[in-house]
């Protein structure tokens, strides 16, 4: 059966626009290799959202269902809060969900139409959205790689774990913050080190930056100096116990890496679309949709083309911009 569309993420953006699918009368399917919010739920459960959900301000919450009326911490939301409410948005829309297809490939046929290759089968379809976000794809410095100690951000889960051990944490942005105040009272040193200068919301006003309460949190860690501290530093070397920043012999018995994600998009070079890259994002114009292949479009963090992309408040709307009636494609 061929298909109006295939969204490829199963994450709030490809939530999204599967219901807007659906309301316009679109037949299509959401293809998630791991299941509704699979990356989410890797995330240190109870991490705070910086996006606030309040009847009066609301960044979290996707279009049909406020997040409140499904249970979660106000104003700010933890993780928990958030898997629980995409499962519920889901199961309210009666989202057509295949769990557990990995896309692997995608060809262009004749012209108009995918062949989108999972380990599942195929699928036809005459537009592809992507929406596979960027958490899935956490990035590790190469001189990381591999080495004995040393996580990712999105590997860490619990701070008892860490009870009595010296960490070193790398990274200057809010998952950095929020690591190194809950290791505070269960590791026996912290350090955080990170090239250039934090960035507080209160200086910048820019909402990517550390904020709430983990800025007030981590200004009081500075004053009581239990948070050693190493800006305009670089890791240059690691070997299980010690670590060497910028000159300076740091202890660590482990590396915690806040080091971001890349967008989770290589499968779309397996096949023979060409797509091209803005740095490690697709080339997209003001419609999402890419700039060297028609009738593929992005959505949600991966777009990175707004001011506001990586928050759901956001990536919200992008389906407004796309008319998902059948007699469109």
């Known amino acids: 059966m061929e298909l109006d569309l295939a969204i490829i993420g199963a ?25 509704v919010a699979g990356a989410w739920r890797k995330l240190y459960s109870q991490m705070k959202l910086l996006s606030p959900a309040t009847p009066q301000v609301d960044w979290t919450s996707l279009p049909g269902l406020d997040i409140w009326q499904v249970g979660c911490e106000r104003p700010f939301p933890t993780r928990n809060d958030f898997v629980r409410y995409l499962d519920a948005y889901a199961e309210k829309f009666k989202l057509q969900i295949e769990i557990g297809a990995e ?13 989108v290759e999972t380990n599942k089968g195929r699928v036809i379809c005459r537009r592809l959205i992507v929406a596979t976000g960027i958490i899935s794809n956490p990035y590790l410095p190469e001189n990381l790689r591999g080495k004995p100690g040393v996580i990712h951000s999105v590997e860490f889960h619990d701070p008892k ?15 950095a913050a929020e690591i190194v105040i809950s290791l505070a009272g269960w590791a026996s040193e912290i350090s955080l080190a990170h090239p250039g200068k934090i960035k507080f919301h209160s200086e910048t006003k820019q909402p990517e930056d550390i904020r709430g309460a983990s800025e007030s949190l981590l200004r009081e860690l500075l004053v009581f100096d239990i948070l050693r501290h190493y800006p305009d530093s670089i890791l240059e070397s690691y070997d299980g116990r010690t670590a060497w920043v910028s000159g300076r012999k740091i202890p660590a018995d482990c590396v915690i890496a806040a080091t971001g994600y890349r967008p989770h ?8 679309l060409k797509i091209k890259r803005r740095g490690h994002f697709a080339a997209l114009n003001m419609k999402l949709e890419s700039t ?20 759901i408040h956001g990536f919200r709307e992008d389906p407004n911009g796309l008319d998902l009636r059948p007699d469109m494609y």
Do not use: Q
């Not at 994450?11 to 998630?32: C, D, Q």
């Not at 896309?103 to 062949?115: A, D, I």
């Not at 774990?161 to 998952?175: I, P, R």
């Open 103 to 115: 896309v692997l490939k995608v060809n262009r046929r004749n012209g108009n139409r995918f062949e």
């Open 161 to 175: 774990d860490f009870e009595g051990k010296a960490v070193l944490v790398l990274g200057s942005g809010n998952s």
């Open 11 to 35: 994450g709030p953006a490809g939530l999204n626009m599967a219901r807007a699918a659906s309301e316009a009368g679109a037949k299509y399917v959401v293809l998630e290799r791991d299941r």
């Open 265 to 272: 998009i290589d499968f779309l070079d397996n096949g023979n």
């Open 292 to 311: 060297t292949e028609p009738g593929v479009f992005f959505t949600g963090s991966i777009t990175n083309i707004f001011p506001y992309s990586n928050f």
